[in-house]
């Protein structure tokens, strides 16, 4: 069973920045996309960036510019770098990851982290 366990979470100012990581772990042959989403308190989870093994991105137009991700396919280990961090960016922070090969003909689909909270405020 693939399991994926986010790290770098943390209080920060306005401005700031912070780099989550997430690292997949189990039985994994590749991953196809990895990426981020959020949910802030009474708000639904939102998207945030996805990366694919090949590294082309995707970007939620509210954080273009300010975040990156990244990924390294060998650890199975996908970043997500914040610059320019906002108050409306405080939210827990989800990896997912999705079509993840555990087999010759084995797959796990839309697989998730338990989140790590990201507080930006003075």
């Known amino acids: 069973q693939v399991q994926l366990v986010e790290s770098g979470g943390g209080l920060v100012q306005p401005g700031g920045s912070l780099r989550l990581s997430c690292a997949a772990s189990?039985?994994?042959?590749?991953?196809?996309?990895m990426g981020w989403y959020r949910q802030a308190p009474g708000k639904q989870r939102e998207f945030v960036a996805t990366i694919t093994s090949g590294g082309s991105t995707n970007y939620t137009d509210s954080v273009k510019g300010r975040f990156t991700c990244s990924r390294d396919n060998a650890k199975n280990t996908v970043y997500l770098q914040m610059n320019s961090l906002k108050p409306e960016d405080t939210a827990v922070y989800y990896c997912?990851?999705?079509?993840?090969?555990?087999?010759?003909?084995?797959?796990?689909?839309?697989?998730w982290g338990q989140g790590t909270q990201v507080t930006v405020s003075s």
């Open positions: 189990g039985s994994i042959f590749s991953i196809n996309a």
């Open positions: 997912n990851a999705d079509q993840v090969r555990v087999g010759l003909f084995s797959y796990e689909y839309d697989c």
